[in-house]
């Protein structure tokens, strides 16, 4: 469960070179919460899937500080030889309040309202298949992490 004013690293890898993540609607809908290039280190992945995954890991952080209680949807966008793969994946929001004085530290973890993707009729909302990347778990199922 995501709770607000906490961080959360979402985690994962892919074959693709970037990722971006978006809540509650796909790209151009949904709030971008953050952009990355892919290149952390997978050696979990290469020994499975290929020496060529070696370094197919990304890490988005994320601090959600207005996500309503109740069931959500995170879009994750990743880049493959050119075209947008989009993987859904529910995640359950806490829905506490944050005090309305809070005192900003200057850093925003990250968490940036990214450019949406280009749109592709021919991209699925359904999670992918095939070998071009992992979802392990979501974020909110008992730990401050999540891995796609």
């Not at 070179?17 to 949904?30: C, E, S």
């Not at 290929?50 to 069931?71: I, K, Q």
């Amino acid at each position: 469960m995501l709770t607000n004013g906490a961080s959360v690293a979402i985690t994962g890898w892919t074959s693709g070179t970037q990722v971006d993540l978006y809540l509650d609607g796909p790209a151009g809908v949904g709030t971008g919460i953050g952009s990355v290039q892919v290149h952390g280190a997978r050696p979990d992945v290469a020994s499975t899937m290929g020496a060529e995954l070696a370094y197919s890991g990304f890490e988005v952080p994320f601090v959600p500080e207005t996500l309503a209680s109740g069931e959500h949807m995170l879009f994750a966008y990743s880049l493959i030889d050119g075209a947008w793969s989009l993987q859904t994946i529910p995640i359950i929001g806490a829905g506490n309040v944050l005090p309305t004085e809070r005192v900003a530290d200057g850093d925003d973890m990250g968490v940036s309202n990214t450019a949406a993707p280009e749109s592709d009729p021919g991209v699925s909302s359904s999670a992918p298949t095939g070998p071009d990347s992992g979802v392990d778990s979501a974020p909110g199922e008992g730990d401050d992490s999540a891995t796609l």
